[in-house]
Each structure stands twice: as C-alpha cells, then as structure tokens.
T-cell receptor
Framework: EAGVAQSPRYKIIEKRQSVAFWCNPISGHATLYWYQQILGQGPKLLIQFQNNGVVDDSQLPKDRFSAERLKGVDSTLKIQPAKLEDSAVYLC????????????????FGEGSRLTVL | AQSVAQPEDQVNVAEGNPLTVKCTYSVSGNPYLFWYVQYPNRGLQFLLKYITGDNLVKGSYGFEAEFNKSQTSFHLKKPSALVSDSALYFCAVSPFSGGYNKLIFGAGTRLAVHP
C-alpha cells in the first residue's frame, strides 16, 4: 500500500515569496490533515479536511496561508507571502474514518516538506 | 486549555535496560491518547493508543504505555531498550469534540539508547 506522498521535500525561499506544497493521501482516506512542525516543537494542526470540506482551520493563519482539496483527494497548502517564522516542516497526514480516530486511532503521515525562509 | 506535556527533552538509557518516556495531559472529558515515533528525515509513525479498557496498552516494536487517569499520565515504556529505538517520541491527545477528532501533540522527547 502506497503511503502519503508529499512534495517538494525541501524548499528554500526568501521572505515575502510564495510557496506551495502538495499532498496525496492514502487511497480511500477521506480525512486529510496539514500540520506545521517547527524545530524543537510538536506538530501543530493547521487545517483538517473531511473529503473536500474543511472541518477545522482554527489555527491556520488565513492572512497568508491557504489550503484546498478540490476533489476530495490530493491537497495543496500555499503560503503567500512567507515570513521567517514560517520556516518549519509541513506534514500531511490522512486517516480512514471520520476524524480517523474512532476506528483505527491512527494517522498516517508523509515524510514532510521542509521549508526554509531566508 | 487542552495540552500535552512531555517533561523531558531527552532520555538516555543503556541498551538492554528498561526505558520510560513520560507524558501528562490536560483535557476535559475522556481523551484518546497516542504515542508516535519520528525517525530522522521520516514522517511520524503510530506506535500505540489508549481509547478505553485495560490501562496497559501494547503497541509496535515491543513498546507499551500505561494510562493513569488519576495522575493524567500516559507514560511510554519498554522492558529492554535497543539502539534502534533511538528516535524522537511524541505523545498526543485527542479531545473528542463535535464528532471530529484532532491530535494535540507534546513537544517531543528524544530517546538516546547507548550500546
């Protein structure tokens, strides 16, 4: 079974530039998550999709971050314009059930996209 | 506020010795509790979970965790550590809310197992 795919693995940009990350979840997983992991901290949820609808985006900085999952499969996370404090690893995860935790209790994570903002 | 605390930044243990990685949580209601592991340049991997039932849960790679409701703790344990267990370990809690769950992660504990 293929895992969660993310690209690019690494990206270096200057502040005020834009960047986009792509995620393809495990086939059949209806729930998709984007997490931000800053060095030395635990992952923080940015946005959660159920199919193509947003379930939770309460911690997404909406003035600069946007995300979409148009057909309920793959997803794109965009940052525009980037700030120095956006340097982090952006993790995409997917799960099988609504929320994913009632049944399997497990999120499947991709390897992440490491962003460096100079 | 809902939170997870991992009081140790790093745990050092000799190979073959037992290990414990500590986790405490603060959340209303009955939470779901999880441990994930992160190897270098890899994504997080699920280790084990507590939903309900027996307070001692067993997971992957010989790990187990003990849920203690009175102490609001969920410590990760292994009877005999391996060098290959060296990694970053995250405790997470899921406060069930509105039919959708999300994971709140601790800051992580780096486990170093020495030969």
């Amino acid at each position: 079974e293929a895992g969660v795919a993310q690209s690019p693995r690494y990206k270096i940009i200057e502040k005020r530039q834009s960047v986009a990350f792509w995620c393809n979840p495990i086939s059949g997983h209806a729930t998709l998550y984007w997490y931000q992991q800053i060095l030395g901290q635990g992952p923080k949820l940015l946005i959660q999709f159920q199919n193509n609808g947003v379930v939770d985006d309460s911690q997404l900085p909406k003035d600069r971050f946007s995300a979409e999952r148009l057909k309920g499969v793959d997803s794109t996370l965009k940052i525009q314009p980037a700030k120095l404090e956006d340097s982090a690893v952006y993790l995409c995860a997917s799960s099988f059930r609504r929320g994913g935790l009632e049944k399997t209790g497990e999120l499947f994570f991709g390897e992440g996209s490491r962003l460096t903002v100079l | 506020a809902q939170s997870v605390a991992q009081p140790e930044d790093q745990v050092n243990v000799a190979e073959g010795n037992p290990l414990t990685v500590k986790c405490t949580y603060s959340v209303s209601g009955n939470p779901y509790l999880f441990w994930y592991v992160q190897y270098p340049n890899r994504g997080l991997q699920f280790l084990l979970k507590y939903i309900t039932g027996d307070n001692l849960v067993k997971g992957s790679y010989g790990f187990e965790a003990e849920f203690n409701k009175s102490q609001t703790s969920f410590h990760l344990k292994k009877p005999s550590a391996l060098v290959s267990d060296s990694a970053l370990y995250f405790c997470a809690v899921s406060p069930f809310s509105g039919g959708y769950n999300k994971l709140i992660f601790g800051a992580g504990t780096r486990l170093a197992v020495h030969p």
